[in-house]
C-alpha cells in the first residue's frame, strides 16, 4: 500500500513536501516515482528515484525545482517542490515499480506496479 500525503493549497512561488508512506511490499526492491495529473489532462511523470536513492530522473518541466529522495528505513519517499508555479496544479501520486532492467527508472506510468491513492497540489498565482 502507498499513502501519499502533503498536497493543499499555496501560492506560487511558494513550496511543498509531498511524501509516500509505503507498506506491505520490501521497500527497498521497488523504484519509486511521482506522477501528476491535472484537469483535462493526460498523467504525466514527474520525477523517479532508483532503489538505493543513488539515481534521480526528473520531467524537464520540474527540473531545477523539484527532488525526489527516499529514507529505505522509514519506507517513505518524498517530493520536495520549490518555487511553485500554477501549472503545477495537480494531483500528485506515488507509485511503485520492481524495476525489470538495471539502472533504468521507468518514466512510463503502466510500467509501475503499485499505486497510491494521489494528493492534491494547487498553486494559485
Known amino acids: 500500500q502507498l499513502q501519499a500525503s502533503g498536497g493543499g493549497l499555496v501560492q506560487a512561488g511558494d513550496s511543498l513536501r509531498l511524501s509516500c508512506a509505503v507498506s506491505?511490499?520490501?521497500?527497498?526492491?521497488?523504484?519509486m516515482a511521482w506522477f501528476r495529473q491535472a484537469p483535462g489532462k493526460e498523467r504525466e511523470f514527474v520525477a523517479g528515484?532508483?532503489?538505493?536513492?543513488?539515481?534521480?530522473v526528473y520531467a524537464d518541466s520540474v527540473k531545477g525545482r523539484f527532488t525526489i529522495s527516499r529514507d529505505n528505513a522509514k519506507n517513505t519517499v518524498y517530493l520536495q517542490m520549490n518555487s511553485l508555479k500554477p501549472e503545477d496544479t495537480a494531483v500528485y501520486s506515488c507509485?511503485?515499480?520492481?524495476?525489470?532492467?538495471?539502472?533504468?527508472?521507468?518514466?512510463?506510468?503502466?510500467?509501475?506496479?503499485?499505486w497510491g491513492q494521489g494528493t492534491l497540489v494547487t498553486v494559485s498565482s
Open positions: 528515484v532508483s532503489r538505493t536513492g543513488g539515481s534521480t
Open positions: 507509485a511503485a515499480d520492481r524495476p525489470r532492467m538495471p539502472n533504468r527508472i521507468e518514466v512510463v506510468a503502466i510500467l509501475y506496479d503499485y
Open positions: 506491505k511490499v520490501t521497500f527497498s526492491m521497488y523504484d
